[in-house]
C-alpha cells in the first residue's frame, strides 16, 4: 500500500526511535530532570556511542584492532567465592566428611546450629539453616567476607566439607548454531562476552545418540552449553564477528531407578525398591 510517506524528503521523514538498551550490556537509558540523557551502561564511557566498538590502546604494545566489549577469555577453569559485586544471600552448603558416599551419616541441622554457637561463628542469616540432604545442609550469611571466611574455617574444616555451591557464583546457559565440527578447546578460543558478564570457564557440546545395527554411537550437534562465572547471564556471545542468542539452561531431572525418587541416582540410593507401575516394595 503506497502512502504520503514515500514522497517527502528526506529532511521531512519520521526518524526512527533511539535505541533505549544498549546492545552490548542491556542497561536502560534514562532521562533526568534537567533533560539530560544519562545510562547505566557498562561499556566504555570515553565513547558516547555505547554500541560502536572501539580500539584498545597500549603504550608498550602494538596498536590492536580487538573492541572493548570483546574482553579475552581465560581457558582455565575458575575456583573462585564470593565477590563484592555479588548479590546476598551468600549461601554455603556443609555435608560431614565420610569415605564412601554410601556410609550411613546423617546430619542434623539444629545439632549443627549448636556447634556454631559454641565456635562462635556471626553474621548467618536467622533461619536459613536447613537441610537438603541426608548428609548436606545449607545455610546463608549476610556479607560475603564471612561466607568465604566460613569456608576457610579451620576448626570445621576437621569433620566437615564446607563449599559454595556453583550454582550461587555461575550462571548456565545454551547456544544454537555452532559448527559441529569444531572441538571444544576450537570454540572458547573464538567464543567472547559482552562486557559487564564473566567469563566462559567451560564448554560441553551436546551430542546425539545414534543406534545403528545395535550399536551405539553418538553425533555432535550445533547446540553447547556454556558456564559463566558471575551472576549475570549474557543476552547473546559473539563467535567470529557473530552474534549468538545465550538460553537459560535447564539441567535434566535426575531420578533413581531404584525407589523412584529424585534427585539421586540407583548407585547412590539406600532406600527400599519401589515398583514404577504398582507402588509396591519390589523392583520394576
Known amino acids: 500500500m503506497d502512502t504520503e510517506d514515500g514522497l517527502l524528503p528526506k529532511s521531512e521523514r519520521k526518524r526512527s526511535k533511539p535505541r533505549k538498551r544498549c546492545r552490548h550490556c542491556n542497561s536502560k537509558k534514562r532521562k533526568s530532570k534537567d533533560g539530560k540523557v544519562y545510562d547505566q551502561c557498562k561499556c566504555s564511557d570515553d565513547s558516547d556511542d555505547k554500541s560502536v566498538p572501539t580500539e584498545i590502546n597500549n603504550e608498550n604494545s602494538e596498536k590492536t584492532d580487538l573492541p572493548t566489549s570483546f574482553p579475552p577469555q581465560s581457558t582455565k577453569p575458575l575456583n573462585r567465592k564470593y565477590v563484592e559485586s555479588d ?20 546430619l542434623h541441622p539444629i545439632q549443627f546450629g549448636k556447634d556454631l554457637k559454641k565456635i562462635n561463628i556471626k553474621n548467618i542469616v536467622n533461619g536459613s539453616l536447613k537441610r537438603i540432604g541426608r548428609n548436606r545442609v545449607s545455610m546463608a550469611f549476610t556479607n560475603y567476607k564471612d561466607a568465604n571466611l566460613f569456608t576457610e574455617n579451620s576448626v570445621i574444616a576437621l569433620s566437615y566439607k564446607v563449599f559454595i555451591p556453583s550454582f550461587t557464583i555461575t550462571r548456565v546457559g545454551i ?45 555432535n550437534t550445533n547446540m553447547v552449553v556454556l558456564t559463566f562465572d558471575g551472576q549475570v547471564l549474557p543476552k547473546r556471545v559473539y563467535m567470529c564477528y557473530t552474534a549468538l542468542p545465550v538460553e537459560l539452561y535447564i539441567f535434566p531431572t535426575i531420578q533413581c531407578y531404584n ?26
Open 87 to 106: 548479590s546476598g544471600p551468600f549461601t554455603v552448603h556443609v555435608q560431614k566428611i565420610t569415605s564412601s558416599p554410601t556410609d550411613p551419616v546423617t
Open 175 to 219: 547456544v544454537k548454531g555452532v559448527p559441529q565440527e569444531w572441538s571444544e578447546e576450537e570454540i572458547q578460543e573464538n567464543i567472547t562476552v559482552p562486557i559487564g558478564c564473566g567469563q566462559i570457564i567451560k564448554v560441553r557440546r551436546i551430542k546425539k545418540k545414534n543406534i545403528t545395527d545395535g550399536k551405539i554411537s553418538f553425533s
Open 259 to 284: 525407589c523412584c525418587k529424585f534427585g539421586h541416582t540407583k548407585v547412590l540410593c539406600r532406600s527400599k525398591p519401589r515398583c514404577f507401575k504398582c507402588g509396591d516394595d519390589h523392583t520394576s
